[in-house]
Every structure is written in C-alpha cells, then in structure tokens.
C-alpha cells in the first residue's frame, strides 16, 4: 500500500494499538520519522518505549493501526516482513549474541542467509564492520569471551553488516557496567554523524542531548511529549516529563 | 480487549498477500497436518478392520464375559478375585490389575526406604560406607532390570534348596525354591475395631498436632509431641487389642514330609520381581536424595547456626524443606517407572496385568486391538495421575521468585 | 609493651596426620561411625570371597586345549562336561562352548568375518569420535559417520544387492542383534525426536497437540505394550498382504518409544534458550526454517548432550525387552543355550557372562557421560 505522505517520512505510524491480553500496552501512537533523523525515546520503566520500537520490526504483533516502513505497510505477511527486516536492524539491552558462533560468523549469517552474500564478501564486510567499532582483532573469538561491552559492540557491527536504512536501539547499554557504557555510546554517535536513520531507546540523556534531533516521552503506553533536546530539557510541559527529568538528572 | 480473528484480517487481501500471510500460512499448515493425520488414521483403521474381517478375528468386548479357562499362578489377585479357570477374562483382567498394584506398592515401599538408605550413606563421611553405597549405585543401575530379574528368579530355581531342605528362620519363615514361606495372619472377630483404633489414633494426632502449633503460634510456648503421636498411633490399638484378647493368631508353616502346609506362600515370580526392582529403582532414588541434599547450599547451614538454631531445627525447618524440593519430583518419577517396569514380569510368568491379560488372554482370544488397548489405559490412567499428583506438588512447592 | 618472640614453625600432633589421621577422620571418627566402618567390612567379607570364589577359585576352567593366536595352551585332558563340571561353582567350559552363540546368534560360521567387520567398525567409530573431539570440523565428521554407519551396517550384516550373500534376520542373535537395535534405535529415533521437540514447543496448536499427545502416549505406557503393538496389531494396520519382518517390527517400536523421550530432553535443551536469542534471529531476517537450524538447535543440541547420552544409555538397556516377543538378543541367548539338553541348569554361569558384558558397555557409556556432563558445566557454551 503507498502511503500519500511526504515521501521523506522513512517511518510512518499511526493510530497504533497493542494489548498484552487485557492490558493496553500501546495507545494511539503516532509519530514518523524521516530519513536521516535520530529520534530518542524515554521515559519511565513499563512505558512501552520497548514495544513501540519493537513492532516497527514486528517483533511485536498489534492489533490496531498501521506502520509503513520505507513505502511497505507492516502486516503479518512473511515477504513483508523478511524484506522490512533486511533494512531495520536492531541492537539488544543484552546484545543477543550467537554465543555458538565466533564473532565473525555472528557477522556474517545474516548477510550469507538473508541477502545471498557469498561466504568471502560476508566475512570481508563482518572484518570491515569490526575495524569501524575497533574491535577487529576478537574477531575469531566466541562472544563468552568478551567483555559486555565489547559484545555491545559486535551487537552494533552485526546490525550494520545488513546495510540497514533503519537502525533501533533498545535501552543498548542499560545491561553494562559503566565503564563500558561510554565505549557503546561513542560508537554509536559515530554512526549518528554517518546519517542513519535511528531510534534509541535509552536513559543516557547526555547522549541524547548530544544527537538526537527530536527526544520523545512516554508514560503508560502513550507519547506524552516530544520536542527538539534543547527545548525537551529546558522547557518540559507536562507534569510527567518534569517529574521524570527531575529524577533522572538529579543524580 | 481487542482481538482479530483470522477472517477480518484475510477480507480484502489480494492473492499474493494471502500467500505470504503469516496466519494464513499458519492455519493451512495445520489444516494440511490434521488432515495428513486424519487420513493416516483412516487408512489404517481401513486396514485394521478389513484384515479383522479377513482373518476373521472377533471384535467387541463380548469376550471379557466368556470363560478363561486357565490357571492363574496362585498370588493375592487369585484370593481376592476368587479365581478359578472357570473365571470370565474380565476377571483376568482384574487379577492382572491387582497383582500390578501389589507390585507396585511393595516395590515402592522397599525402594523408597533402600534409596533412602543408600543415597545418605552415599553423603556419609564414612570412607567405606559411602564407597560402599558408590558402588552398589553403579552396579545395579548399569545392570538391565529385565536381566536382574531373570537372575534374582534364576536364584531361586537353579541355587535355593527343595522345600524338603528350606531355609528356615527359627521355624517361623521358610525360604525355597517355591517361594517364601510366612505365617499366615488370621483375623478374629474384634480385630476390626483395633484397626479402626489405629485410624483414630492417627486423626487424634493429626488434631493434637494442630492445636500444639496454635499454641506455639500462639504463646510461644513450643510443645514436642513425638511421645504423645506414638502413644496415639501404636498405643491405643495396642490397649484395644489386649482388651479384646488378642483377636489375631498366626498360621505357621510346617516342613512336612515333603513339602511345607499351612502358612502364606509368596512366590518366587514374587520376589523376584519385587526385589530386582527395588534394588534397581533405589539406585535412581538414591541419586535422587544425594542431588536434593547436596543441591541446599551450604550457607544455609550457616546461616541457620548464625540465627542460633539447633541443628534438629535447622534440619527440619531450613534443610529438608529444600532438599526434597529438589528431591521429591525425580523420586516420583521413579515410583513411576518402577509401575510401568512391573509389566517386565511377562518374562518370568509373574501374573501382573501384561502377563495375564495382555499375555496369556490374547494369546487365546487373539483381539489384539481391544486387550492391548485396555492395558494401555490402564498404564495411561497410572501415568497421568502421577504427572497430576507432580504438577500439584510442584505448585505447591514452588518458591516464588521474581 | 612486650615483644613477643618469632615463632618457629612445628608438625602438628600426631593424632593430625598421615594414615592416623586418615583412619580417625574417614573411618573411626565416633563410636557409630567405627560401628558402620565394621558393619561396611562385614558384608564386603560377606559378599566379595564367596563371589571369587564362586567365578574363580573353585570354578573350573577345563576347556581342553585352546588355540590362541596360533598358539595351542592346554587347559586340561579334555574339555568338562556338564557332568563333571560341579555344581557349586562356576563352568566356564559351558559359556566357551556357546560363546559364539552370545557373540552372533545363529549367524552362518562362513560369514561371520561381516558380523567381526561390524564390530570393527563400531569399535572404530568409538575411537574417531573421542579422538576428534578438539578437531575444528568434529560435529560435521560426526554426523556424516553417523548417517553411514547404519547403512553401512546393514548392507554388511543383511547382505543382499547382489554383493553379498544375504543373512535372514532371524538368524541375527546375540550381542550382534543388541548392538544393532540400539545403534539403529538411536539413529533413527534421533531426528522424529528432534522434530517432536520442536512441534511441542511450536505456536502452532495443532501441531503442539499432536506433539504433545504423541509424547505424552508413548511416556505413559510401558515398553512391552508397545513392543506388543507392534508385534501384534502393527501387521493388522497395514495393507492386508503386507508381509514384514520381527525385527523390523521391533525397531519400529523401539525407534517411535525412544522418540518420545529424545524429544522431552531436546525439549528441554531449548526451553533453556534465551528468548533474545529467538528475537535476535528473527531480528535479522531469519526464516523459521533458518532461525531453528543455525541458531536455535546448535545450542539446544549441546546442552542436551549429556541428557542424550543418559537417555541412550536407556534405550540400551532397554533393548533386552526385544526376547519377550521372540527376538534372540545376547539376553535371550542364556535361555537358549541352556535349553541343551547337554548342558541343562547352568543359566547362572550365562546371567553372570552376560551381565559382565552389559555392565562394562553400561559402565563405560555412563562414566562417558558424566564426563560430558561435568565438562559442559565448568566450560562456556562455544
């Protein structure tokens, strides 16, 4: 189905309902995003932020509503879905490593089963997505072997090694020490700069203060507010958001 | 709640995208299963009835009602049933089944207290005693049950004596190649009302218990009770019987001139049996105990001495609690097993349910189907009560966690 | 403010060490446990000397004169019959005499080099995949074995194809007949027991049902009525005519048994997969298909090695209920060999043989698996 909007809108939701059984989990979401843009997502644990993010990829099913991604609406239809996911990647709160397979095989399987790469091409992208986030020299390793943020980092060279037009991120480093917190964020405003288009879930304000162009709110499965970092931080509306920034940034 | 049921989804999609779609793929995929089974099913039921024809078996379950016809190794269901080869199969049916029952609960009987046994001796820090307790474990479990009941069997047709020669325990039990010999319990009129004495005495104790853990909640003030349960339970039956003269005598056996008369014959398919089950599933249950003790953390101990209880309390209250957590699914699993290997017996003639009537009956009537089938539920019946009874454990048991 | 001398070092007292110690703390350490020590060396002196003595000291070992490796070793005048051979003590002549009836069964002599080939190659595929084990490509020369084995096998042992004579299966007996069931049970079990698993832990309700009532079946019930089944209503399902073999019937049973079982322990190997690592999977586009055989399985496979080394370990023993309808397995053979009339009650020396070769395979393949299971739990999942 073409959708009749700006045809810059990479991602276009509206109305967007979901339940868990009886529980309204997501309600009347709408928002779009164009090319290029880094939208950051927050707000209070059991929000939704993560469901929102993950029916964009259709890791959740919703009952009410449409997605389209890049001009192909999202329905429970295998080639839609195989073709959508082939251009979102997404990277995981506890990075979802292939702990069976070595770094470079983790790379390299999505580009030789979902895009039909031959085994060379793949394993050369997977060691040049391993220079980018500066961890080529692991690349024989198993993920057990590294350290949290280091498989943060492979999560996020996985993502790219699908040359992905849309990149989620959901709450990447809530699962880290803090030390390693900071070696994922520099990566990923790397990749903010290159002109992807992404969505990050996440509480790092600082990061989001830094790149984000638009910063959403969410509170019981709605967008309560969203504006641009500048005024987001400075000028909260609604008593939600103030009450949120006042916890989140006093310490 | 909002739900779309598959049709509202499909109205309105193209061809195309009714070939891709998820749930439609999904409902055509398991259509196609059923029906794939469906028609296995159908053919093979086809088959089955065009061959009874050919062969001309009989069908139905009209032959429970005709006469057996056969002896039936003299065991409890023989009493119980009072069979004779005069008998209807149905009453086959139902010696099998108590004879698999009788099995069955003596075996878990002698099983739960071996493995018991073994598995704390095992844990023992005696040297010997658990090397002991090792090697019975790896023995017995790395034995095949079918072949040790063969041997135990063996034992009692080729190495134990002629009844001429038997065993005997001072006069009171003989042990021969036809079986032990016990003495038979012969109840008088009265002895019922000691029974009944017993089940009042453990309701009594059951009350006694209830109202001391009040007290204790209570109060405070902690009560022991062993002593009062063991007067409730042994000595009030104990008073009614001496009461009513001792309403209970003995019929021993006596070596005759050839043979032994009188007292209680248990034969040797038996034991046999029973035995080379229990020792085989108590290696099972004795890895079942070891797992549930060693699986409570040893902090716990300490803890439970850190808060200053004595180690009879920290035994009964922090320990075993989570030890038979751990311990009681498997051990129940195993009490299972040792009711489906039971059925083993067709092999040495022991007449449970599979020798009986899923051996010798079918072998005269021939309706596989209908008596293979009835033994089947019998064993699903068994079965599924178990997982029942688990489930209901395990619910029960369950430490909430987040 | 004292200062207090260096110390110098000194043995503890010699109740604290060496045999003393050992004896004090593993053996005598109070009263009841120098009682159980004593109880424990009662039923060894009990059980072990009469157990000796019956196998060796007073058994007899006239088997006449032996030709071993080429080499004639003389036993005795003559070979013991059933006559002089005692009683009360073990007559190894009679198991020398049917050995290899417990080794082949009623294999043809002239081609019993195929049934020593079989063994060979069961022998080697034992010594191949321990000693692969750090080999970069072990899994894929381990599955490939795995699949040619059987076949090879049978080609060898049944004959037929116009390469070899063929041997009916009823001729088929013994340890060759144990081996062959269990290998065969295992290797066809394996894949409806995988593809069980995943039907049970499927979103799919029809096929989650079918699984589950197909698992749940077969667990309930005791091997026999299944082994009955198929001896008895299984010819009565198919065509009228359909004419086919006891052995095969046996498998069949055996395999669709086993199944259910491999089933519950893949089951549980996936179950303790991580769900991120289903949406990781799905997260980058992987089919169903895909998901399961890249991703999915590899790891639910390994954990569950050791539960499917235990679980074959069952099926082993459990491949002596094959004799209840009909099949001459090394079990069975005790019952036949002692039926000769020349050699009439000595089914205890057969139970004892029997049981000694059971109990070493038993042994070894449980001491393996333990092996597995310890090495699994100290080593990351790679």
Same mark, same amino acid.
């Given at each position: 189905m073409e959708t009749e909007n700006n045809a810059s809108n990479i991602i276009e939701i509206?109305?967007?309902?979901?339940?868990?059984?009886?529980?309204?989990?997501?309600?009347?979401?709408?928002?779009?995003?164009?090319?290029?843009?880094?939208?950051?997502?927050?707000?209070?644990?059991?929000?939704?932020?993560?469901?929102?993010?993950?029916?964009?990829?259709?890791?959740?099913?919703?009952?009410?509503?449409?997605?389209v991604v890049s001009g192909t609406e999202l329905t429970d239809d295998a080639q839609k879905i195989r073709k959508i996911r082939s251009e979102v990647s997404m990277v995981f709160q506890h990075f979802n490593l292939f702990p069976h397979l070595s770094i470079v095989d983790n790379l390299s399987l999505a580009p030789i089963w979902v895009h039909n790469e031959t085994k060379e091409e793949a394993r050369e992208k997977a060691l040049k997505f391993l220079e980018r986030v500066d961890i080529k020299e692991q690349a024989e390793k198993y993920p057990n072997q590294l350290s949290g943020g280091q498989q943060q980092r492979v999560a996020i060279a996985r993502s790219l090694c699908t040359t992905p037009k849309i990149m989620l991120f959901d709450e990447p480093t809530s699962a880290l020490d803090p030390e390693m917190i900071s070696e994922v964020l520099d990566v990923m405003?790397?990749?903010?700069?290159?002109?992807?288009?992404?969505?990050?879930?996440?509480?790092?304000?600082?990061?989001?203060?830094?790149?984000?162009?638009?910063?959403?709110?969410?509170?019981?499965?709605?967008?309560?507010?969203?504006?641009?970092?500048?005024?987001?931080?400075?000028?909260?509306?609604?008593?939600?958001?103030?009450?949120?920034?006042?916890?989140?940034?006093?310490? | 709640m909002k739900q779309q049921n598959i049709l509202s989804q499909v109205k309105g999609l193209t061809f195309r995208e009714l070939l891709y779609n998820n749930e439609v793929r999904a409902f055509f995929f398991q259509v196609a299963t059923f029906l794939l089974i469906a028609g296995l099913f159908y053919t093979i039921i086809g088959n089955l009835f065009d061959n009874i024809e050919a062969r001309g078996i009989h069908t139905?379950?009209?032959f429970l009602k005709n006469r057996a016809g056969f002896d039936i190794l003299p065991f409890l269901g023989n009493y119980l049933q009072d069979y004779t080869p005069e008998s209807s199969n149905l009453t086959v049916f139902y010696v099998g089944l108590i004879?698999?029952?009788?099995v069955a609960f003596v075996g878990i009987i002698i099983t739960t207290f071996l493995g018991l046994f073994i598995g704390i001796a095992r844990l023992s820090n005696n040297y010997l005693v658990a090397k002991l307790a090792g090697g019975y474990i790896e023995l017995f479990r790395n034995i095949p049950v079918l072949l040790q009941i063969f041997f135990w069997y063996n034992i009692f047709i080729n190495i134990f004596p002629h009844p001429k020669k038997s065993f005997s325990f001072f006069d009171i039990a003989f042990l021969n190649q036809r079986g032990l010999y016990l003495p038979k319990p012969i109840l008088e009129s009265g002895f019922s009302l000691v029974i009944i004495a017993f089940v009042v005495g453990i309701i009594l104790t059951v009350f006694m218990k209830r109202y001391f853990n009040k007290k204790h909640d209570e109060t405070g003030v902690y009560t022991r009770t062993l002593g009062y349960s063991t007067l409730l339970i042994l000595g009030l039956p104990a008073v009614f019987f001496l009461l009513l003269g001792s309403p209970l005598s003995f019929d021993l056996a006596v070596l005759g001139k050839f043979n032994l008369k009188g007292g209680m014959q248990v034969v040797p398919e038996f034991i046999a049996l029973t035995f080379a089950l229990s020792v085989y599933t108590a290696t099972?249950?004795?890895?079942?105990?070891?797992?549930?003790?060693?699986?409570?953390?040893?902090?716990?101990?300490?803890?439970?001495?850190?808060?200053?209880?004595?180690?009879?309390?920290?035994?009964?209250?922090?320990?075993?609690?989570?030890?038979?957590?751990?311990a009681i699914p498997p051990t129940i699993n195993q009490y299972l097993n040792l009711t489906k290997n039971s059925s083993l017996a067709t092999a040495i003639g022991y007449p449970e349910l599979m020798s009986a009537f899923g051996g010798t009956v079918l072998n005269q009537v021939g309706q596989a189907v209908e008596i293979l089938g009835m033994a089947m539920l019998v064993y699903l019946f068994i079965s599924l009560s178990i997982s029942l009874l688990l489930n209901i454990i395990n619910k029960r048991m369950a430490i909430p966690e987040r | 403010m004292a200062v207090n001398e260096l110390q110098t070092t000194r043995k503890p007292p010699i109740s604290q060490i060496g045999a003393v110690l050992w004896l004090r703390t593993n053996l005598f350490s109070s009263w009841i446990n120098g009682l159980l020590t004593f109880a424990s060396l009662y039923l060894l002196f009990i059980?072990?000397?009469?157990?000796?003595?019956?196998?060796?000291?007073? %058994?007899?070992?006239?088997?006449?004169?032996?030709?071993?490796?080429?080499?004639?070793?003389?036993?005795?005048?003559?070979? %013991?019959?059933?006559?002089?051979?005692?009683?009360? %003590?073990?007559?190894?002549?009679?198991?020398?005499?049917?050995?290899?009836?417990?080794?082949?069964?009623?294999?043809?002599?002239?081609?019993?080099?195929? %049934?020593?080939?079989?063994?060979?190659?069961?022998?080697?595929?034992?010594?191949?995949?321990?000693?692969?084990?750090n080999y970069k490509y072990k899994n894929k020369v381990i599955l490939s074995m795995i699949i040619t084995y059987p076949i090879v096998s049978y080609i060898l042992i049944a004959g037929g194809f116009g390469l070899l004579p063929v041997v009916e299966t009823h001729l088929w007996g013994g340890l060759l007949l144990t081996l062959i069931i269990a290998s065969v049970g295992i290797v066809v079990s394996f894949p409806i027991g995988v593809v069980l698993a995943l039907g049970r832990q499927s979103d799919l309700k029809v096929i989650k049902l079918f699984s589950t009532i197909f698992i749940e079946f077969i667990r309930g019930v005791p091997l026999i009525t299944i082994l009955f089944m198929a001896s008895f209503v299984l010819p009565l399902f198919l065509e009228s005519g359909t004419n086919f073999d006891k052995l095969l019937r046996a498998l069949i049973a055996i395999a669709l048994f086993q199944a259910a079982y491999f089933a519950e322990v893949v089951r549980g190997g996936l179950q303790a997969i991580p769900k991120g690592q289903y949406e990781a999977a799905d997260a980058i586009g992987l089919s169903y298909f895909q998901k399961n055989a890249l991703i999915i399985l590899p790891q639910a496979l390994k954990i569950s090695i050791p539960n499917i080394v235990g679980s074959s370990i069952s099926l082993f023993k459990d491949t002596t209920l094959v004799l209840i309808i009909g099949l001459l397995d090394m079990l069975a053979m005790v019952n036949m060999t002692s039926q000769d009339i020349y050699w009439l009650g000595r089914e205890t020396e057969g139970y004892a043989?029997?049981?000694?070769?059971?109990?070493?395979?038993?042994?070894s393949m449980s001491r393996y698996s333990r092996k597995l299971e310890i090495r699994f739990n100290t080593e990351n999942i790679n």
């Amino acid at each position: 189905m073409e959708t009749e909007n700006n045809a810059s809108n990479i991602i276009e939701i509206s109305d967007l309902n979901k339940w868990y059984g009886d529980f309204h989990a997501l309600k009347n979401i709408n928002m779009s995003v164009k090319e290029g843009e880094i939208i950051v997502v927050c707000g209070p644990s059991g929000s939704g932020k993560s469901t929102l993010i993950r029916c964009v990829n259709f890791l959740e099913k919703f009952q009410e509503g449409t997605i389209v991604v890049s001009g192909t609406e999202l329905t429970d239809d295998a080639q839609k879905i195989r073709k959508i996911r082939s251009e979102v990647s997404m990277v995981f709160q506890h990075f979802n490593l292939f702990p069976h397979l070595s770094i470079v095989d983790n790379l390299s399987l999505a580009p030789i089963w979902v895009h039909n790469e031959t085994k060379e091409e793949a394993r050369e992208k997977a060691l040049k997505f391993l220079e980018r986030v500066d961890i080529k020299e692991q690349a024989e390793k198993y993920p057990n072997q590294l350290s949290g943020g280091q498989q943060q980092r492979v999560a996020i060279a996985r993502s790219l090694c699908t040359t992905p037009k849309i990149m989620l991120f959901d709450e990447p480093t809530s699962a880290l020490d803090p030390e390693m917190i900071s070696e994922v964020l520099d990566v990923m405003v790397e990749l903010a700069k290159g002109g992807i288009t992404m969505i990050c879930v996440t509480h790092e304000m600082g990061f989001a203060r830094k790149v984000a162009n638009r910063i959403i709110f969410m509170d019981e499965g709605q967008i309560v507010e969203e504006n641009d970092p500048i005024n987001f931080f400075k000028n909260p509306e609604s008593d939600r958001l103030q009450l949120f920034l006042s916890q989140i940034l006093t310490h | 709640m909002k739900q779309q049921n598959i049709l509202s989804q499909v109205k309105g999609l193209t061809f195309r995208e009714l070939l891709y779609n998820n749930e439609v793929r999904a409902f055509f995929f398991q259509v196609a299963t059923f029906l794939l089974i469906a028609g296995l099913f159908y053919t093979i039921i086809g088959n089955l009835f065009d061959n009874i024809e050919a062969r001309g078996i009989h069908t139905g379950f009209s032959f429970l009602k005709n006469r057996a016809g056969f002896d039936i190794l003299p065991f409890l269901g023989n009493y119980l049933q009072d069979y004779t080869p005069e008998s209807s199969n149905l009453t086959v049916f139902y010696v099998g089944l108590i004879n698999t029952l009788i099995v069955a609960f003596v075996g878990i009987i002698i099983t739960t207290f071996l493995g018991l046994f073994i598995g704390i001796a095992r844990l023992s820090n005696n040297y010997l005693v658990a090397k002991l307790a090792g090697g019975y474990i790896e023995l017995f479990r790395n034995i095949p049950v079918l072949l040790q009941i063969f041997f135990w069997y063996n034992i009692f047709i080729n190495i134990f004596p002629h009844p001429k020669k038997s065993f005997s325990f001072f006069d009171i039990a003989f042990l021969n190649q036809r079986g032990l010999y016990l003495p038979k319990p012969i109840l008088e009129s009265g002895f019922s009302l000691v029974i009944i004495a017993f089940v009042v005495g453990i309701i009594l104790t059951v009350f006694m218990k209830r109202y001391f853990n009040k007290k204790h909640d209570e109060t405070g003030v902690y009560t022991r009770t062993l002593g009062y349960s063991t007067l409730l339970i042994l000595g009030l039956p104990a008073v009614f019987f001496l009461l009513l003269g001792s309403p209970l005598s003995f019929d021993l056996a006596v070596l005759g001139k050839f043979n032994l008369k009188g007292g209680m014959q248990v034969v040797p398919e038996f034991i046999a049996l029973t035995f080379a089950l229990s020792v085989y599933t108590a290696t099972y249950i004795a890895e079942a105990i070891r797992s549930g003790i060693e699986a409570v953390d040893k902090g716990q101990k300490e803890a439970a001495a850190a808060i200053g209880l004595t180690q009879t309390q920290s035994l009964k209250l922090i320990i075993l609690p989570q030890a038979l957590r751990v311990a009681i699914p498997p051990t129940i699993n195993q009490y299972l097993n040792l009711t489906k290997n039971s059925s083993l017996a067709t092999a040495i003639g022991y007449p449970e349910l599979m020798s009986a009537f899923g051996g010798t009956v079918l072998n005269q009537v021939g309706q596989a189907v209908e008596i293979l089938g009835m033994a089947m539920l019998v064993y699903l019946f068994i079965s599924l009560s178990i997982s029942l009874l688990l489930n209901i454990i395990n619910k029960r048991m369950a430490i909430p966690e987040r | 403010m004292a200062v207090n001398e260096l110390q110098t070092t000194r043995k503890p007292p010699i109740s604290q060490i060496g045999a003393v110690l050992w004896l004090r703390t593993n053996l005598f350490s109070s009263w009841i446990n120098g009682l159980l020590t004593f109880a424990s060396l009662y039923l060894l002196f009990i059980t072990i000397p009469p157990l000796l003595d019956w196998m060796f000291f007073s %058994a007899n070992f006239n088997f006449g004169t032996v030709n071993i490796l080429g080499f004639d070793i003389k036993f005795s005048e003559v070979m %013991a019959d059933n006559d002089n051979c005692g009683r009360e %003590a073990a007559c190894w002549p009679f198991i020398y005499e049917k050995i290899y009836m417990f080794i082949y069964g009623f294999y043809p002599r002239e081609e019993v080099w195929r %049934a020593d080939v079989f063994y060979g190659l069961t022998a080697l595929l034992i010594v191949i995949v321990r000693l692969v084990k750090n080999y970069k490509y072990k899994n894929k020369v381990i599955l490939s074995m795995i699949i040619t084995y059987p076949i090879v096998s049978y080609i060898l042992i049944a004959g037929g194809f116009g390469l070899l004579p063929v041997v009916e299966t009823h001729l088929w007996g013994g340890l060759l007949l144990t081996l062959i069931i269990a290998s065969v049970g295992i290797v066809v079990s394996f894949p409806i027991g995988v593809v069980l698993a995943l039907g049970r832990q499927s979103d799919l309700k029809v096929i989650k049902l079918f699984s589950t009532i197909f698992i749940e079946f077969i667990r309930g019930v005791p091997l026999i009525t299944i082994l009955f089944m198929a001896s008895f209503v299984l010819p009565l399902f198919l065509e009228s005519g359909t004419n086919f073999d006891k052995l095969l019937r046996a498998l069949i049973a055996i395999a669709l048994f086993q199944a259910a079982y491999f089933a519950e322990v893949v089951r549980g190997g996936l179950q303790a997969i991580p769900k991120g690592q289903y949406e990781a999977a799905d997260a980058i586009g992987l089919s169903y298909f895909q998901k399961n055989a890249l991703i999915i399985l590899p790891q639910a496979l390994k954990i569950s090695i050791p539960n499917i080394v235990g679980s074959s370990i069952s099926l082993f023993k459990d491949t002596t209920l094959v004799l209840i309808i009909g099949l001459l397995d090394m079990l069975a053979m005790v019952n036949m060999t002692s039926q000769d009339i020349y050699w009439l009650g000595r089914e205890t020396e057969g139970y004892a043989t029997v049981t000694m070769v059971f109990w070493v395979m038993l042994y070894s393949m449980s001491r393996y698996s333990r092996k597995l299971e310890i090495r699994f739990n100290t080593e990351n999942i790679n």
